[in-house]
């Protein structure tokens, strides 16, 4: 199947007319500046100096995402209800909690030694960007019934994006609530723990009414309403195993697929900078991108950076909570929420000695309060890039990625001297021995974090032997690990899909070129679909329906491509079986817990190693017989919604992406939104497509291709476009090359560029 793409998307393609050098005077300049957008929509930024360099990217992000900016803003200070309404009043309270609350000087510090100054510049340039639009804002405000506010510094530095980058506080939820229902031994076979642990049990913690749903309202500001994990790949190679003979680097980051696009590609060029690459409109330099020394990608590394602590409650007074050395009083903020439509909320913000208390029940003299990487000063997402940027060799690189807090991740690295790495970063707390953080803790014992680890001693590596470093979010850290930093990873398929080729290439002497490293980040190959056709393969089966979807499977290359039928019934059969193994592995009042966290690695290790507790005596045929019921099932289920001729059936018919404009269900933005596509891939597959209902809401908008040796040979994308007005020319230009995992060059010398630019000149006034 191949759906049709909106005409907007042809319509805005053709709409970008060559322009003559543009000339506006800027009150808050230094000396002029040239931006040079390229024909892809990429700012190339040249500044005389740093003032003047992050005042123009300021003033340019807000011409591009000025709404989104400003919905990102206000999600960080919890001031979203003053233009949505009651609706936001929780999500607001909580964003309130999760602010930084500690000293502005360490804060400011921790990023980079000029980091003020440049936060600054940046915010002063969105300010100017305001005022020239003397009242005519952007038809996204008009529609919503607001006006954008001018910005602060401090208006960068929330915390709120980065809470579910790693879901630590919601998996203790989860484990309190397994523990609660079936101790903790059977609770510990439900969960992926690697390294394996034992769950420990706290002498007399209360573990009834805990819950994920505690944390439904602390809400990302890069979501909508579903929570998701955040994935990447990324990988780098020596240039020996290369066709150019340089080294390569690839990174595919996977955040909520929206429109705007999370990320934003910008070049910053003056004395001391020079780099390129994607971060998020509402912050300073580039997260993941080149300079002309060193390139780099990231990807989540998981450290448990969060921690819950069950804060007893007095019968006197519910702000009195028991601590190791007596009764305490908990601080209270009054702050107030002003709220669209109804009168003002007065927020009262409790914290207690961990943290803040986002939970309380009175009735049973319990509180849930936080300890978490965000209290720390230098934690906001993403602005130790400040020092990063700069970095010139591997050295300096890692001495930029000590400033790194949150979220943690998996650097890999490539230079022009043809050096490639990897260094893991981000606050690490080294706990009380006693206490692995998988579950919530009594707040009136000695549970205490015991300062930082080194980045030394996190994973990393420099010009390995193999030639070539890959992670995926998988476990990184030795087996053998004294003091594991997290006991819960993402699965591994993808990170061995990326190696099995990637070794393939080296073994067989075939020299790696761009175009594969491309043809990889659409890789749709499934590993967990060739491991369980392996198991089908030796399975016996009656002769009826189930035989019938048996024999297309297993004569089907166990690729998630968007035509395929045999795709469409793979996902439909692996859905039911691990609903199946859910159903006969935990209570049935657990069900809907379970299906919330049981991870598709844990179904395949469950039917790869059947047990008698789930399948029953003997397991495997109670596994094949499970097999036989699901394929009948899935057969039954595709022949409704697709029809009986089983030629016909498509995965892209139900897996499909819809690109959404926050403000779609309002009048007058008919054609804002763009799809449904019809996708490939799954969660699995290394072009990661991940939703839920079928539908895609997780992927990587953005992608980079890096070539030291050659920096102009670099190439990118990024999806929809770089503009989030719609009318713009590119509000959705890029979709067609991301939809068909094609790319555009990341242009970096000025001659390129020139070729491919219009220029607009920032004069000072």
């Not at 400011?108 to 969105?126: C, N, Q, R, V």
């Not at 073994?507 to 369980?532: C, H, M, W, Y």
């Not at 269900?665 to 991940?690: I, M």
């Not at 790319?743 to 390129?752: C, D, E, I, K």
């Amino acid at each position: 199947m191949r759906l049709r793409l909106p005409a907007l998307i042809v319509l805005l393609t053709l709409a970008c007319p060559a322009q003559e050098t543009q000339t506006l005077r800027v009150p808050g300049l230094e000396q002029p500046v040239e931006i040079l957008r390229d024909k892809w929509g990429v700012a190339h930024i040249y500044a005389k100096n740093q003032h003047d360099l992050f005042f123009a990217q300021g003033y340019n992000a807000a011409g591009d995402r000025l709404f989104q900016m400003e919905l990102w803003k206000r999600a960080g200070q919890g001031r979203l209800a003053e233009i949505i309404g009651p609706a936001a009043v929780r999500r607001d309270n909580n964003a309130r909690l999760l602010r930084y609350r500690g000293p502005m000087e360490a804060e400011y510090s921790s990023y980079a030694p000029d980091a003020k100054d440049i936060l600054e510049a940046f915010t002063s340039g969105i300010n100017a960007y305001i005022d020239n639009l003397k009242g005519d804002y952007p038809q996204e405000f008009k529609l919503a019934g607001f006006a954008p506010e001018h910005w602060r510094p401090e208006d960068c530095l929330s915390r709120n994006a980065a809470f579910f980058m790693t879901s630590n506080a919601g998996q203790e939820l989860y484990d309190a609530q397994l523990v609660r229902a079936l101790g903790p031994e059977k609770a510990a076979n439900l969960l992926p723990l690697d390294p394996r642990v034992k769950l420990e049990a706290f002498p007399g913690a209360d573990y009834s009414g805990l819950s994920p749903a505690l944390l439904e309202e602390i809400v990302s500001s890069d979501k909508r309403i579903e929570l998701a994990p955040q994935e990447s790949n990324n990988w780098t190679v020596a240039g020996r195993l290369t066709a150019s003979g340089h080294a390569l680097l690839a990174n595919d980051p996977h955040r909520t697929i929206a429109l705007p696009s999370l990320r934003y590609i910008v070049h910053l060029v003056a004395p001391g900078w020079n780099v390129i690459g994607s971060g998020e409109p509402a912050l300073p330099g580039v997260a993941i991108g080149h300079n002309q020394h060193i390139a780099w990608g990231l990807t989540i590394f998981g450290i448990d950076q969060q921690d819950l602590f069950l804060e007893t409650l007095s019968s006197k007074d519910p702000l009195l909570y028991k601590t190791t050395s007596g009764w305490r009083r908990m601080s209270v903020v009054h702050e107030t929420i002003r709220v669209k439509g109804a009168a003002d909320v007065d927020a009262a913000l409790a914290f207690t000695e961990h943290g803040p208390v986002i939970w309380q029940d009175t009735a049973s003299r319990r509180a849930l309060s936080l300890r978490w990487v965000g209290a720390e000063p230098g934690s906001a997402g993403y602005l130790a890039s400040l020092s990063l940027d700069r970095a010139e060799d591997w050295q300096q690189f890692r001495k930029a990625l000590e400033r790194w807090k949150l979220p943690s991740e998996n650097f890999v690295y490539a230079d022009s001297e043809g050096n490639i790495g990897e260094q893991s970063a981000g606050a690490a707390p080294i706990r009380s021995p006693e206490w692995t953080g998988l579950l919530p803790v009594p707040g009136d014992r000695h549970y205490s974090w015991r300062g930082w680890r080194p980045l030394d001693e996190l994973p990393h590596s420099f010009n390995p032997p193999a030639g070539f470093i890959a992670t995926a979010n998988h476990k990184m850290i030795a087996a053998d690990e004294t003091h594991p930093v997290s006991f819960t990873w993402d699965a591994d398929f993808r990170f061995r899909r990326i190696s099995e080729v990637l070794a393939h290439a080296r073994n067989s002497g075939r020299k790696l070129t761009r175009e594969d490293f491309g043809a990889l980040q659409s890789d749709v190959l499934s590993i967990p679909a060739r491991e369980l056709m392996a198991l089908l393969r030796g399975a016996s089966l009656p002769d009826d329906d189930a035989a019938a979807a048996a024999k297309m499977l297993l004569r089907w290359d166990c690729r998630l491509e968007a035509n395929s039928a045999a795709a469409a019934l793979y996902e439909v059969w692996f859905a039911e079986l691990r609903r199946e193994v859910i159903h006969k592995a935990a209570p049935e009042a657990l069900w809907p817990a379970v299906e919330a966290w049981f991870s598709p690695q844990m179904a395949a290790e469950s039917l790869r190693h059947p047990r008698a507790e789930i399948f029953g005596n003997p397991p495997q045929a109670g596994r094949d017989a499970l097999f036989a019921s699901t394929l009948a099932s899935a057969w039954h289920y595709l022949a409704g919604v697709q029809g009986g001729d089983a030629e016909q059936w498509e995965w892209g018919k139900m897996h499909t992406v819809t690109f959404r404009h926050p403000l779609d269900k309002l009048p007058g933005t008919s054609g804002w939104d763009l799809g449904p596509l019809a996708r490939p891939g799954d969660d699995r597959t290394v072009n990661s497509t991940e939703g839920s209902d079928w539908k895609q809401n997780v992927g990587a908008s953005y992608r980079e291709i890096l070539d030291p040796g050659e920096w102009d040979d670099s190439l990118a994308v990024n999806t929809p476009g770089q503009s989030g007005e719609p009318g713009s020319a590119h509000y959705a230009d890029l979709l067609p090359l991301w939809y068909r995992g094609e790319y555009f060059p990341l242009l970096y010398s000025r001659a390129a560029i020139e070729k491919a630019a219009t220029t607009l000149r920032l004069e000072p006034k």
